[in-house]
Each structure stands twice: as C-alpha cells, then as structure tokens.
C-alpha cells in the first residue's frame, strides 16, 4: 500500500491505498502526470501531493511540474530519501520553486535527480546528499561558475555526480590563468563517481579543473 504510481494504479487504487498506508512513509509516483499547466488535478493526483511530506521516495515530472508542485504543503519531508523532479527544458522551474519546497528540512535526503529545474545554488543545504544528477537547464538559466562551485562547496558528503549540460560559460582558458584567483576551489572529499556531458571541450575542461579531491587513501 506504501508505493503508489499515477502511471500504474488507478485512481480508486491510489485512494484506498492512501487510506490503508495511513501514517506509513511512502513511495510516490507521479512521473506520469503529462497534463498541462492549466488543467485541474483529479482528486487522487491532488491527495498524493497532499501527502507527499509522508514521502520515502517522490518523483514528480511533466509539464505542469510548477502547478503540481503548489498542492504540496510547506511542511518537513522527515523521511524523504529520494527526490525526483523533471519539466521540459523550455519551461525551466525557478530555484525560488525548489527552494520554497525544501526549506523546511528534508534532513535525510541523499538521492536528488532534476531536469529542466534550477537549484537555489548558493542556498542549498543538503548535509545528507549523497548523489546528486542535473539535466537540461536552459543556458539562460545556468548558474554562474561562483554559483556551481558554492553549491558543490556546500555538499559534503556527495560521492556521485552526474551534470548533463548543465554547465555555466566559463571564460576563457586564457583569462583565468592571468587573473588572480578570487574563489577557492569546490572541495568533494567523498567524489567517488562524476559523470559530464557538455557541448564544449573547453567548458567541460575549465569544470573539472575547477574541482578538488582529497587524495584517495
């Protein structure tokens, strides 16, 4: 009764299995909700979002990511291990959505997948994360190289990491090498695994060298 899926269950399903989940953490499913914007929720889509501060495991994509994330209460995620979130890269969500959505705690998080969503970069604070995957941000919306290294700076315990053009213009090879350095390198002690897609070899090269590992011992 604890895992529940807009693609697999119906929504009688969905209700009665809300009812007998009562108080438990939940694994809830929304990653079908292909609606858009202006359509109303059905009363099941609008209760598992009510519910979701019972979640374990949350996965909510579509194009009316934005909308569908307003019937989740500003509460605690106490038991929130996973989060995944997705809209299409042309109606990008704000970081102001994201950061709303969290800052409440969510002090057991460590699995968060995004696509076409920008973070609060300089205000995230996820101690427990230990995996962290972005895709398709607008490069409208990309964050600055400041802006990544501080978010990067501020997760101490991730160990895999996956950026699929996602990146910021980063200047010229030439330039960051005659000035002086102003910011101090991101530190990931505990970086197992790094994955990077980017459209240039140069952006892709100014990132990593933008990077700091401790020695493996």
């Not at 529940?4 to 108080?23: C, F, M, N, V, Y």
């Not at 939940?26 to 019972?54: N, T, Y």
């Not at 530190?187 to 980017?198: G, Q, T, Y």
Request: hydrophobic share 35%; glycine share 4%.
């Amino acid at each position: 009764w604890t895992r529940i899926s807009t693609h697999a269950d119906s929504g009688p399903w969905i209700l009665e299995s809300l009812r007998r989940a009562s108080s438990a953490p939940l694994h809830l499913d929304l990653s079908w909700d292909l609606r858009g914007g202006d359509e109303p929720v059905s009363e099941c889509v609008a209760q598992l979002l009510q519910k979701s501060m019972q979640a374990e495991r949350l996965s909510i994509c579509g194009p009316a990511l934005e909308s569908r994330l307003r019937y989740v209460p500003t509460q605690p995620f106490p038991h929130l291990r996973r989060l995944a979130l997705g809209t299409p890269c042309a109606d990008p969500l704000e970081s102001t959505t994201l950061d709303t959505l969290l800052q409440q705690g969510a002090p057991k998080l460590r699995t968060l997948s995004t696509s076409g969503c920008v973070l609060p970069w300089s205000s995230a604070h996820w101690p427990a994360l230990s995996s962290l995957t972005l895709s398709s941000i607008p490069h409208s919306h990309r964050p600055s190289p400041a802006e990544l290294r501080t978010l990067l700076a501020n997760l101490e315990s991730l160990e895999d990491l996956a950026l699929d053009h996602v990146l910021p213009i980063y200047p010229p090879a030439t330039l960051t090498q005659n000035a002086p350095s102003k910011q101090s390198d991101a530190i990931l002690p505990h970086l197992k695994s790094l994955s990077v897609s980017e459209d240039t070899h140069e952006n892709l090269c100014a990132f990593v060298c933008s990077l700091a590992r401790t020695p493996s011992k």
